[in-house]
Antibody
Framework: EVQLVESGGSLVKPGESLRLSCAAS????????MIWVRQAPGGGLEWVGR??????????DYAAPVKGRFTISRDDSKNTLYLQMDSLKTEDTAVYYC??????????WGQGTLVTVSS | QSALTQPPSASGSPGQSVTISCTGT?????????VSWYQQHPGKAPKLMIS???KRPSGVPDRFSGSKSGNTASLTVSGLQAEDEADYYC??????????FGTGTKVTVL
């Protein structure tokens, strides 16, 4: 059974940093392309960014609102995905989902972790 | 990259059908057969219902079907049931490794 378990969400002040983790199991993580998706309170889903597998170059891409502030990385030895968030803004407040992306679709979702950015 | 456009709401009585549209551009929906649909119940993570325009993952009832014409994709839920009441989101690959979601549609079972 595929499991994605996010952690690290908390209340932080604008301008601060936070790192989210996602522990993956039930599939070959090292071969997987992974995506972070976020959802603001009462809002819709928003693609944050993607990391390819090491075999495919471990390339990352980001949505415009987070480019230059957020960094996605992975540790295949620990089956763990990370999202480093710097220079956080109030508009980054959202539930952040770790997801497994397969050929154009997000097939598996974690339960999400809440990040609140407020002074 | 702008969000794909969906109607804010849709509704139907039990047993009826409801169709949700998802309108993009030739750079996303119209350009690729990578349109997906997700169902989200309140307080829960989304669930994949349709991939690659019209493919149902294992376990998804055949009451759910997808299609695409030009820059607009559609999700049809036939034989509406109470448990189908949820938010539905479309998504599409948008080239250059970019991925975009729709604005979301709240489906109400009357």
């Amino acid at each position: 059974e595929v499991q994605l378990v996010e952690s690290g969400g908390s209340l932080v002040k604008p301008g601060e940093s936070l790192r989210l983790s996602c522990a993956a199991s039930g599939f070959t993580f090292s071969n997987a392309w992974m995506i972070w998706v976020r959802q603001a309170p009462g809002g819709g889903l928003e693609w944050v960014g993607r990391i390819k597998s090491k075999t495919d170059g471990e390339t990352t891409d980001y949505a415009a609102p987070v480019k230059g502030r957020f960094t996605i990385s992975r540790d295949d030895s620990k089956n763990t995905l990370y999202l480093q968030m710097d220079s956080l803004k109030t508009e980054d407040t959202a539930v952040y989902y770790c997801t497994h992306y397969i050929s154009g679709s997000v097939h598996y979702w974690g339960q999400g972790t809440l990040v609140t950015v407020s002074s | 990259q702008s969000a794909l456009t969906q109607p804010p709401s849709a509704s139907g009585s039990p047993g009826q059908s409801v169709t949700i549209s998802c309108t993009g551009t030739s750079s996303d929906v119209g350009g690729y057969n990578y349109v997906s649909w997700y169902q989200q119940h309140p307080g829960k993570a989304p669930k994949l219902m349709i991939s690659d325009v019209n493919k149902r993952p294992s376990g998804v009832p055949d009451r759910f079907s997808g299609s695409k014409s030009g820059n607009t994709a559609s999700l049809t839920v036939s034989g509406l049931q109470a448990e189908d009441e949820a938010d539905y989101y479309c998504s599409s690959f948008a080239g250059s490794s970019i991925f975009v979601f729709g604005t979301g549609t709240k489906v109400t079972v009357l």
